[in-house]
């Protein structure tokens, strides 16, 4: 009988302490959700196809940029102060976004036309998901690999919310030109870039 109790006793204690395990799961789960949510819903609708302005980012930020250094697809490490000196184009994208992959022909052509302009891609993701990309569509300018790391450097450059893609003109002295959020519109990116060409001739 005192057998029979005991085992009464330990599963009545494994049945309460399933309980309040799943209630505790339950509540981290509520919050999680909740905290997802907040922060979507403080964040601009990610990846739209739409071309917006994004403040103009403090010199921090773009000190912040040409003081990195990130891997190639090789794996090299490449300091990226090695761009400064001529106007450049960043382009922050990765292979999960439809709207990066859409956009990298256009600005793969704009890189051709306009060789005296830097373009660098800095891919949020692995370097086994780029190269797995670009072995089917080919690109000509320079990629490196940030991984999710990459997008404190977004954040730093401007864009609060950490959206892709994102697309930062610096000119020749280093500083911040313009930046975009979202997929680029070929025409108005040209204008733009044909604006930094100008003031960097000046």
Known sequence: MATFAR?????????????????GLAAIGVAGY???????????????????????????????????????LQGQAIALARFSGKPLLVNFWATWCAPCVEEMPHLDALAKQTPEVQFVGIGIDTAANIQKFVDKVPVSYQLLVAGP???????????SAGGLPFTVLFDAKGSTFDAILGEVKPDDLRSRIARLVAASRT
């Open 7 to 23: 085992r009464r006793y330990h599963a009545r204690m494994k049945k309460r302490t399933l309980i309040l395990g799943a209630g």
């Open 34 to 72: 909740g905290a997802w949510r907040a922060s979507s819903q403080g964040a601009p609708k990610a990846n739209q196809a739409v071309s917006s302005r994004v403040a103009q980012a403090p010199d921090a930020g773009a000190r912040e940029f040409f003081e990195s250094s990130m891997p190639d």
């Open 149 to 159: 790391a990459g997008i404190a450097l977004c954040r730093a450059l401007g864009n």
